[in-house]
């Protein structure tokens, strides 16, 4: 875990000082997290599923064309870096993702039908098809407003006049939050905190994290003469920590109580001492409108 943060932190520097490869990696970090995401949910509804409806899941989870609505409004928001034509571009990407869903159902299904086991051997096999394509429906629009649209914040507070200090102090907020709720919660951590959803996660770690991302905030607060630190009033520090340590804690018990239902501990593999991207991003991704919104409206951007 120490080894992946120290290496992060100098590709996280050098990538927030040119704009075009931070919008690339901003891509290529939300098309990873939501392809853990995806196989999150499909592995929920094959839990739940039969060995006849496989094949149609694993053939959704395979198609290209479920991935471009999302990139669609980020290019929107980075092109534009308009919350407005955002929001529009999200709308859109929503009615666009239900139309792909839509097109691999009626394609699937038609090849079914041409079938001659499909009607003799599984009558039923239509509505269990439909119910799926509701359900993974359903599956990314979740995603789509747990992922995508929070982090697309993340990158329209990023390309605003002073987003490279923005930006330092929202990643550095979240990674204390999470590493105060582990620190603390691996010493002295006993109480359980949602015992059904995250039997590790306690009220010590929860704590911590707000104490460990708050204190932190409070020494960052003397350094603002530093380039990459935002030059805020101590107290916006403090509020800022204190509310991106709140919605860090919700945001990963969001994602454990998905990875429970898909009976997963890690959503992959990619970043040791870690599990998946996803299992450091989600509370990144869930922070990040927390900082856009109160920056804008209560400090000004």
Sequence with gaps: RITTGLIAVPIIFLVMNIPILAILTFNIVMYLTNKEYQNMVMQILKMHSGESEHS???QMNRSTLAVLPTHFFALVAAITVSEDYTHIAFLMAVMMQFMIRIKGFISYYNVLTQSKEFLSKDPALDRK??????LQTAG????????????TYGALMFLQKDGLKYTFFWILCTFQADNGALWVGSLIGHTPFVYSISPKKTWE??????FVCVVTALIFSKFTWVYFVPDFATKHFLILSFL???VCIIGDLLESF????????????MLPGHGGLLDRMDSIV???PVFYFY??????F
């Design 205 to 210: 770690g929860v704590c911590g994290a707000i």
């Design 140 to 151: 990314d629009l979740l995603g789509m407003v747990f992922l995508h649209l929070p982090f």
């Design 244 to 246: 991106s340590s709140i």
């Design 258 to 269: 998905i990875k429970r239902a898909a009976n997963m501990k890690d959503s992959g593999n």
């Design 129 to 134: 098809i439909i119910l799926l394509t509701f």
């Design 286 to 288: 869930c922070s990040a």
């Design 295 to 300: 920056i804008k409206v209560v400090i000004g």
């Design 56 to 58: 149609y899941l694993d």
